[in-house]
């Protein structure tokens, strides 16, 4: 089950690492948000090496639906409910910059980056549309109302986001990773400090940056109740229509939709890792109804960490531990997160202020509803009694018939059916 990335575009190859290592900022994690702030680190001239367990984006980043776009579902209005205005356009500032860094990096990348509109609609209740739009009034930005959309069903209205954009994002990274200081296959196994025991010696540095998707340390931060995963699904289908622009539902078990070339990509099924949902059966059934002469190229699923608020954590680990920060919780919006991550933690590491700091400190309030959700599944999770266990936190392992895993519905860890690891928080396979 490869994605439609994978399937057109190789990754180069790095070296795994051979004997210690001294460096200034040690990143863990090889996804699209490790990368850039390697990136960004190399251009500033930085001492730095990159730790990948496995290879480079093999984790989440090759499942991207790969839009690059501020526009994160309805999120306007709900920031300046929780935050207020200030904080509100910080948000929206730092994901602009991201944009624009993407959109300067690629005039000189061949990664199929095209300038398209967003639009995130809602099929029955037009006045979230419009508080919405009054929301992207009150912080400036030229939304506009859209009463139509190209898909085969009617709409309320659509917020309609112009000059965004979408990208081939395994040719992106093939391109800027070349001439970075990578190791594959180097796998962090313990932290003493800001020195780093891998499978293959240490790696010691002064700062360290974590970008594992799913932070790997429990007793920092508290991401195990901050966190929690998503799954969702996505099809490619041949001779079926260009819609000429990025979609999305408002709803959680809405759709999206966008084109690649001659193939339209349809996501949905979206749930809660561990949890039951229609999968690719869903979006299959949905495009036999509305797209009967299209057949399916790919179909691939991905896994989305979401924080407690809809804002990714950014910045320092936790309060207590000096030199080591975090990028977490993407909410689904990876590719944007990952940019703001690299431009947020190359500035800290250097000692520099970051004018979108404040917005993504995860040291923030986790005082929200979804912290009570997360404590209960995890309850649940090390009370149900099963065998198989997560070695993550010890909850019961849910068995994934669809796509024939092992996974946990506290934190999101997944397992082949022999026990090997697939998604973290967990580091380690099954035992038997």
């Known amino acids: 089950m490869e994605s439609l990335w994978e399937q057109t575009q190789k990754q180069p190859d790095f070296p795994a690492q051979d004997g210690d290592i001294n460096t200034d900022v040690l990143i863990i994690g090889g996804g699209m948000a490790g990368v850039l702030c390697a990136y960004k680190l190399h251009c500033a001239g930085v001492p730095y090496v990159l730790a990948e367990a496995e290879t480079v984006c093999s984790g989440i980043t090759k499942n991207t639906t790969a839009k690059i776009t501020g526009q994160h579902g309805f999120i306007y209005n709900k920031l300046i409910s929780r935050f207020g205005i200030e904080r509100a356009k910080q948000y929206l500032a730092a994901n602009e910059a991201a944009l624009q860094a993407y959109r300067k990096l690629c005039r000189n990348i061949d990664c199929d980056f095209e300038e398209k509109a967003a639009y995130t609609y809602s099929t029955d209740d037009r006045r979230k549309v419009e508080k919405e739009l009054k929301a992207l009034e009150k912080l400036g930005f030229p939304a506009e109302f859209a009463d139509k959309v190209p898909l085969p069903f009617p709409v309320a209205g659509a917020v309609r986001f112009p000059n965004q954009a979408q990208f081939h994002p395994l040719k992106f990274v093939s391109s800027i990773a070349k001439?970075?200081?990578?190791?594959?296959?180097?796998?962090?196994?313990?932290l003493l400090g800001t020195t780093a025991v891998t499978n293959h010696g240490r790696i010691r540095a002064k700062k360290i940056i974590v970008?594992?998707?799913?932070?790997?340390?429990?007793?920092h931060g508290s991401y195990f109740l901050k966190l929690y995963q998503h799954r969702s699904y996505v099809i490619a289908l041949e001779c079926a229509p260009d819609v000429d622009g990025m979609y999305l539902d408002e709803a959680?078990?809405?759709?999206?939709?966008?084109?690649?070339?001659?193939?339209?990509?349809?996501?949905g099924g979206s749930h809660r890792t561990g949890k039951k949902s229609g999968g690719w059966q869903e979006l299959r059934d949905f495009a036999r109804r509305h797209y009967p002469q299209a057949q399916e190229k790919y179909h691939w699923a991905t896994q989305d960490c979401m924080s407690l608020d809809g804002v990714p954590y950014i910045g320092p680990y936790s309060a207590s531990t000096k030199d080591l920060y975090v990028a977490t919780g993407f909410n689904k919006w990876g590719m944007t997160?990952?940019?703001?991550?690299?431009?947020?933690?190359?500035?800290?590491?250097?000692?520099?202020?970051n004018p979108y700091e404040e917005v993504f400190s995860p040291s923030r309030?986790?005082?929200?509803?979804q912290l009570a959700v997360n404590g209960f599944e995890?309850?649940?999770?090390?009370?149900?009694?099963?065998?198989?266990?997560?070695?993550?936190?010890?909850c019961a392992l849910k068995w994934n018939s669809l796509e024939h895993t092992w996974d946990c519905p506290c934190h999101g860890s997944r397992f082949t059916e022999d026990g090997k690891l697939i998604d973290n928080p967990a580091t380690g396979n099954l035992k038997n």
């Open 179 to 190: 001439n970075l200081n990578i190791y594959e296959h180097t796998r962090v196994q313990e």
């Open 211 to 219: 970008t594992t998707h799913f932070p790997f340390l429990n007793k």
């Open 252 to 267: 959680k078990t809405g759709m999206s939709f966008r084109n690649y070339k001659n193939l339209l990509l349809v996501g």
């Open 337 to 353: 997160s990952s940019m703001v991550s690299a431009m947020i933690l190359s500035d800290l590491v250097q000692g520099k202020e």
């Open 365 to 369: 309030s986790i005082l929200h509803p």
């Open 378 to 394: 995890t309850v649940v999770g090390l009370l149900t009694p099963t065998a198989k266990r997560c070695p993550h936190l010890g």
